[in-house]
């Protein structure tokens, strides 16, 4: 195999599959638009049917191939049923892109437990069971894959005043 002659080259996707949470809309939307101009065929993963809908029609208008999901990734017993969806429509998962995620607005005196559980289970948990799932029965097997785990500002700064999903 020759070495890539131009950046294109070097991070052609063509081929591969994406799965990314969080994918209807904001950054992960944007990541769904990058990983699919460079050929990726995309899952992309969402509570909201709508939000899902509209971004499919959004990508397929770019050109790309994209499949929805919808599910709520705080269902953890669910996970398996996204990893089985997915893999029968597109056949594997290259890449797995954890990006939905969720913040509240509030002092650390203030903060509410279900906000707490809620944040939690989102942004650390169902990244790990989706992981662990996507890992143990598609990348390990094949000896290689890519995980992709967002963060937010927020993380290293405290999210804005009243701010909260």
Known sequence: MSAPRNVQQLFDLTGRVALITGGSRGLGLQMAEALGEMGAR????????????????????????????????????????????????????DILVNNAGATWGAKAE????????????????APFFLSREVGRRVMIPKGRGNIIITASVAALK?????MNT
């Open 42 to 93: 995309l899952a992309i993963t969402a509570r909201k049917a709508d939000e899902l809908a509209a971004a499919k029609a959004h990508l397929e208008g770019l050109g790309i191939e994209v499949a929805t999901f919808t599910n709520d990734l705080q269902q953890f017993d669910a996970i398996p049923a996204l990893v089985d969806a997915v893999l029968a429509e597109l056949g594997t998962i």
């Open 110 to 125: 203030d903060y509410p437990d279900a906000a707490w559980n809620k944040v939690m289970d989102l942004n650390v948990n």
């Open 158 to 162: 405290g999210t804005p005043p009243g």
